[in-house]
């Protein structure tokens, strides 16, 4: 079955370190994948994605991905994190085509000041 | 410029009751999906609907779960006769094109409490 898979559950962290959440994925052929982030008490809403093309993937608020075809990978990163950062982080996937996005269970950031 | 819209923020129900969720997608947007995060889990795909058609809904229990997307209306999460592993959050999301965008955009979701 298509899985996506996030290890690291919580993360806590402080001001200025950086960050990498790991994201692994189960499909094969193509895949589109992303990474979405939920403030505290806000909605889902997206950070950055990778259809195709070149696999260093940047998004808003200074993060970025890499889709490492070979490692099943799609990591999540940030050179220098801010206490705003504090969030909950989901990455997700979908097989070309199928239009249904399968989330991994998340991965708790807490950035101290 | 209103996002995904669902209400109600929260609901409490006893066991047995019947629980509505309502989900009014971005303007524009023909497709919705629903997903249900449990504690400790993350978000569940339920299902896949757009106006008066179900396109998946194979995430969805067999039984007590239904929905629906009417021609008007928002769509409609109904779950009957409630119990309290039911207790979850429950995310809608919308997009404009069925995910050709890669994009969902969700509402801030429905937290049932089953007593």
């Known amino acids: 079955a298509q899985s996506v898979s996030q290890h690291n559950h919580h993360v806590i962290l402080s001001e200025a370190a950086s960050l990498e959440l790991g994201c692994n994925y189960s499909y094969g052929g193509t895949v589109n994948l992303f990474w979405y982030v939920q403030y505290p008490g806000q909605h889902l809403q997206l950070l950055l994605k990778y259809f195709s093309g070149d696999p260093l993937v940047k998004g808003i608020k200074g993060f970025e991905a890499e889709f490492i075809k070979s490692k099943f990978s799609f990591n999540l990163r940030k050179p220098s994190v801010q206490w705003s950062d504090t969030a909950e982080y989901f990455c997700a996937g979908e097989s070309g085509g199928s239009y249904i996005p399968t989330f991994g269970r998340g991965t708790s950031l807490i950035v101290h000041p | 410029n209103a996002g995904v819209m669902q209400n109600p923020r929260h609901l409490v129900r006893r066991r047995g009751q019947e629980a509505r969720l309502r989900c009014s997608p971005m303007?524009?947007?023909?497709?919705v999906y629903w997903y249900r995060q449990l504690p400790e889990e993350g978000l569940k795909f339920m299902v896949y609907?757009?106006?008066?058609?179900?396109?998946?809904e194979s995430g969805m229990p067999k039984e007590r779960f239904s929905a629906e997307f009417p021609k008007e209306g928002p769509s409609i999460l109904r779950i009957q006769q409630v119990v309290r592993g039911d207790s979850a959050a429950y995310f809608c999301?919308?997009?404009?094109?069925?995910?050709?965008?890669?994009?969902?955009?969700f509402g801030e979701g429905s937290r049932l409490t089953v007593l």
């Open positions: 303007k524009g947007h023909s497709h």
């Open positions: 609907l757009q106006k008066e058609n179900i396109i998946d």
């Open positions: 999301a919308s997009s404009p094109s069925g995910g050709i965008t890669g994009e969902l955009f």
